[in-house]
């Protein structure tokens, strides 16, 4: 006879696997596809955009900034209305802001123009990030929480992989402008596929009178700022090595070694799929084994690799390792929603992730135009290999946040 410690749970008894909400992660993963895609359009359209609009690299690189700065101003409105009015809602009116004056960079005719209207759709932009993932993070076990933000951190890879994929074939035909107005159409479908998404109820929140309790959950005490601080620093690295690497990859593909717009576009994807693969790995091993053994290992990994990449001259070579590269360098991206959604209960969790992801962002901004001015004298290859640095500073950071698996029903 087998003791009672040894005997096997009766069927009835045994914790059953829960019954996972796709649709949130689906409809969260879509949106952010359809950003990717915008976004990352810039990227492959900037060597026509800054010829047709008689510009210098460091004037293009502000068009990625202006976008960043205002998600700052987005990410706080949107995140605090989100917290107040309720999820699905605001996140439409955010896609929609960030659809239209997508748009209607189609139709600016000076660099001032272009300029405003990259800065309202990235006060649009600003919403899509927070809202979506504290989306999952309420509609999902806490156990799962990790993987489910992954997935929808894939959909920004699948969009941006869709434009590495467009652009080669449709730039010559449309031009920069019709690119722009391309990428608002798939934004728009976007905020028709939330309007099936059911509003999570993560618990009581904050009255629209009373927001100030909101903030002082995020920053009154001592260890909250000492999480905010350590979060912020972990998105700052995040989106500059990001963003300083993706837009300036078709470029360095390009000038240095001489690659068409159809090469370069595949090598890209190649990256992005890496991306992809990395993305998906992250939300498993962290929720298996915690966040920070998973974060250690990606940021050690992207320290590598960013190193091997810009060493790398043969077109196989900068393919694999590309890919690698891409694994480990933003690989980690569902893992701040999974983060933050974990540091903070849901009063005030939409309003900080799209307020710290958002900062992230806008310091992240800033990687373009370094790279771009660096790379003038250092050159692209070797400008990119000091990125590693920056994921040393990013595994110090990690110190000043705890590790926490679960937050209280809240």
């Known amino acids: 006879m087998t003791s009672g410690i040894l005997s096997p749970l009766p069927a009835q008894s045994r914790p059953a696997r829960p019954r996972l909400p796709w649709a949130s992660v689906a409809g969260s993963a879509i949106g952010y596809a359809m950003d990717g895609f915008d976004f990352l359009l810039l990227g492959f359209i900037m060597p026509a955009l800054v010829g047709d609009l008689h510009l210098n690299l460091v004037q293009g690189s502000w068009l990625v900034t202006a976008t960043l700065l205002g998600t700052v101003a987005g990410g706080l409105g949107f995140g605090l209305l989100s917290d107040m009015l309720g999820r699905i809602r605001i996140l439409a009116v955010s896609i929609f802001v960030f659809a239209l004056f997508t748009g209607l960079c189609a139709f600016a005719q000076s660099y001032a123009q272009l300029l405003v209207c990259r800065v309202i759709a990235g006060v649009g932009l600003g919403g899509e990030f927070g809202i979506g993932m504290a989306l999952v993070a309420e509609s999902w076990p806490p156990a799962y929480r990790a993987r489910a933000s992954s997935y929808v951190g894939i959909g920004w890879q699948a969009g941006v992989f869709l434009a590495a994929l467009a652009t080669p074939p449709l730039l010559p035909l449309i031009g920069w402008r019709g690119m722009f107005l391309l990428g608002a159409v798939p934004a728009l479908v976007a905020v028709f596929i939330r309007r099936g998404l059911a509003e999570p109820a993560p618990g009581p929140r904050p009255a629209p009178a009373r927001p100030k309790p909101s903030f002082h959950l995020l920053l009154g005490s001592a260890a909250a700022r000492r999480t905010a601080l350590g979060i912020l620093i972990l998105c700052s690295v995040q989106n500059f090595c990001y963003y300083g690497v993706m837009i300036w990859l078709p470029n360095y593909l390009a000038g240095h070694f001489g690659y068409s717009l159809t090469r370069t576009g595949l090598w890209t994807a190649a990256t992005v799929l890496g991306m992809a693969a990395g993305i998906a790995a992250f939300g498993h091993m962290a929720d298996r084994v915690g966040r920070k053994i998973a974060f250690r290992t990606w940021m050690g990994g992207a320290a590598i690799m960013v190193v091997v990449y810009s060493l790398m001259t043969s077109p196989p070579g900068l393919l694999v390792a590309g890919a690698i590269m891409g694994f480990f360098v933003n690989g980690m991206i569902g893992g701040y929603g999974a983060l933050i959604s974990d540091s903070y209960p849901a009063s005030i969790r939409a309003t900080a992730q799209n307020l710290l992801f958002n900062a992230g962002r806008l310091v992240g901004g ?45």
């Open 366 to 410: 800033f990687g373009p135009v370094a790279i771009g001015s660096l790379s003038a004298s250092w050159g692209i290859g070797r400008t990119i290999a000091i990125l590693s640095v920056l994921y040393l500073v990013d595994i110090a950071a990690l110190a000043l946040i705890s590790d926490r698996r679960e937050m209280p029903a809240s």
